[in-house]
């Protein structure tokens, strides 16, 4: 049973890590399915978890598949893997499969798969049960012009977390969708020509997800992220990068425990009214609220107005550098409000690429000890399906 309660306790850091912040004035945003919000890649993760308007590779697809177009290699495939939350648990992993097939020289098709595994459970009578979570994407890309495309995604999702099975619980599902941009375009600076890339991705627009039949639902992290990169020619060889994310949930804050003892003159520092506190959220009307009026809510229903709305964006800064189109080195560094997660570290990485494949790995540092995301490791592996096919005739 002590794995058991290791996995309760682990589910409280994956669906409401937000709680990882200071309790004063405490108010995060609250989803289900949050493994749709770790990022899949090496690369990306070694940027600060930044990837919106970077240079597009064959893992663009959680990032912003409307890069896809303006990818070089003609197809590509790609699979990372993340062991997460080493700090606590040995058996929990993030394993992303993602690969794209450029149609002539103005649109491509993508996809993904990803599969998060919070490990094996025992219950009584010898039962072993594995919650996990899994999301299955396609998406269509197009250039609309020489430096500009969009891209249409739609993702099915599957979270099964029963974790006891005497609980009246059952797997949720939900659909969703993603709407992206992207811009890029050669400009001079000084006597250089350099690439500027814009990028702005609203991802996981869609249905509410139900562990209990639809006696209650929870929101799913829908997300628009905004981002700006910066690629400077050194020489023939040596290339620089600047980039930066943010984003913003646009799911509606929910009330607050606090809020809910103020309210009806409870202690502040009582927490037996947790039952109470959710049957209050369907008369504040949280739970009515839909998901498209949810993503319009969202921007201006934080209780502490306008302060608190900015405290909701977070994001990230990386920069890279490249030898010879083949090594590269990375690092970066991920913001989020204390009051809204407090999710702040730096990280690292490298990769290394051939004709045929492409290595990265990436890094955490917490700037928090007590952060169980600090040493989080991420591996990428990629394919380009053109240099295979050339190596094979060969």
């Known amino acids: 049973m002590m794995k058991n309660r290791i996995l309760l306790a682990l589910l409280v850091v994956v669906m409401a890590l937000p709680a990882m912040a200071q309790k004063e004035q405490l108010n995060p945003v609250y989803t289900g399915v949050t493994s749709l919000s770790i990022a899949p890649d090496a690369r990306a993760g070694a940027l600060g978890d930044v990837g919106v308007a970077t240079e597009p590779d064959a893992n663009s697809q959680y990032w912003n598949p409307a890069k896809y177009p303006f990818n070089i290699a003609r197809a590509g495939v790609s699979m990372s893997y993340t062991p997460w939350l080493r700090q606590l648990v040995s058996d ?21 798969l990803t599969y998060f595994s919070l490990g094996e459970v ?63 375009k050669y400009v001079m600076a000084g006597n250089r020509e350099c690439l500027l890339g814009l990028g702005l991705n609203i991802s996981n627009i869609g249905t509410k997800i139900s562990y209990d039949g639809g006696a209650t639902s929870e929101f799913i992290p829908t997300n628009m992220r905004l981002g700006a990169s910066f690629l400077l020619p050194i020489d023939d060889y040596n290339t620089f990068s600047i980039s930066m ?58 209780p502490g107005g306008a302060v608190e709305e900015l405290r909701e964006i977070y994001g990230g800064i990386g920069v ?6 083949q090594f590269s080195v990375r690092a970066g560094y991920h913001y989020e409000d204390k009051y809204k997660g407090n999710r702040n570290y730096f990280t690292v990485g490298a990769g290394f690429r051939m004709s045929v494949f492409s290595l990265d790995a990436a890094y955490l540092i917490s700037t928090a000890q007590s952060n169980p995301l600090d040493q989080t490791l991420r591996f990428s592996l990629s394919f380009d399906l053109d240099g295979l096919k050339y190596l094979f005739r060969r």
């Open 92 to 112: 929990i992993d993030l394993v992303n499969l993602a690969g794209f097939y450029r149609i002539g020289d103005y649109s491509a098709v993508s996809a993904s």
């Open 122 to 184: 025992f219950v009584e009578d010898a039962i072993t049960i594995k919650p996990y979570e899994m999301a299955f994407d396609v998406a269509y890309s197009r250039m609309l012009s020489e430096t500009f495309s969009a891209a249409i995604a739609l993702r099915y999702i599957h979270s099964d977390l029963q974790y006891d099975a005497t609980e009246d619980m059952s797997p949720g599902n939900a659909f969703a969708a993603d709407i992206a941009l992207y811009y890029n």
């Open 245 to 302: 994310d943010l984003n913003k949930l646009l799911v509606p804050t929910r009330p607050s425990y606090r809020q809910f003892l103020e309210e009806n003159g409870h202690d502040l520092n009582d927490n037996s009214f947790y039952s109470e506190y959710n049957s209050w959220l369907d008369t504040q009307g949280y739970n009515d609220v839909s998901p498209i009026s949810g993503i319009f809510k969202s921007f201006a229903d934080a």
């Open 320 to 325: 890279e550098y490249c030898y010879n189109q």
